[in-house]
Antibody, heavy 120, light 106 residues
Framework: EVQLVESGGGLVQPGRSLRLSCAAS????????MHWVRQAPGKGLEWVSG????????GYADSLKGRFTISRDNAKNSLYLQMNSLRAEDTALYYC?????????????WGQGALVTVSS | SYELTQPPSVSVSPGQTASISCSGD??????ASWYQQKAGQAPVLVIS???RRPSGIPERFSGSNSGNTATLTISGTQAMDEADYYC?????????FGGGTKLTVL
């Protein structure tokens, strides 16, 4: 059974940093691309970032302006999102999602999300 | 930047057919996928690559994509299909989601 479990969310002050992790199990992690997708309270889905199976491709939403960094550790079956210079508008539920392919198709499994709240 | 436009809401009577559109420039030249999200739950992929139904998704869900519009069709809509639906595509190595459509079954 595929499982994606996010961790690292919480309340953080504006301008501070936070690192999200996603622990994957139930599939061969290094065969697939992975993504982060967020959803602000009461709003729609917004793709944040994606990374191919071997980290050869890394993409980010234009709106992030270089504040976030995605990475993966295939030996640990883990995906990460380093978030710097956080703003109130980054408040959202952050989902880890598995791609159907190794470089980017669509998302066939999702975690339950990690809530990030940016507030003073 | 590339945009996908969906109607904010669609209503359908039980047993009828619901159609949800997703519009974008030359969308027919890209693959469109669709997700269902019920309240308080993570999204679920219901249509992949325009018209492919993942394992476990009921046959009443179908998709098409041509020109500038992709369409998700739910035949014989059931109360359990009430949810938010999002289309998704790739453009210039970036993933784009539509704004979402709230499907009401009444």
């Amino acid at each position: 059974e595929v499982q994606l479990v996010e961790s690292g969310g919480g309340l953080v002050q504006p301008g501070r940093s936070l690192r999200l992790s996603c622990a994957a199990s139930g599939f061969t992690f290094d065969d697939y691309a992975m993504h982060w997708v967020r959803q602000a309270p009461g709003k729609g889905l917004e793709w944040v970032s994606g990374i191919s199976w071997n980290s050869g491709y890394i993409g980010y939403a234009d709106s992030l302006k270089g504040r976030f960094t995605i990475s993966r550790d295939n030996a640990k079956n883990s995906l990460y999102l380093q978030m710097n210079s956080l703003r109130a508008e980054d408040t959202a539920l952050y989902y880890c999602a598995k791609d159907r392919g190794n470089s980017g198709v669509d998302f066939d499994y999702w975690g339950q999300g990690a809530l990030v709240t940016v507030s003073s | 930047s590339y945009e996908l436009t969906q109607p904010p809401s669609v209503s359908v009577s039980p047993g009828q057919t619901a159609s949800i559109s997703c519009s974008g420039d030359k969308l027919g030249y890209k693959f469109a996928s669709w997700y269902q999200q019920k309240a308080g739950q993570a999204p679920v992929l219901v249509i992949s690559e325009d018209d492919r139904r993942p394992s476990g998704i009921p046959e009443r869900f179908s998709g098409s994509n041509s020109g500038n519009t992709a369409t998700l069709t739910i035949s014989g809509t059931q109360a359990m299909d009430e949810a938010d639906y999002y289309c998704q595509a790739w453009d210039s190595s970036i993933v784009v989601f539509g704004g979402g459509t709230k499907l009401t079954v009444l």
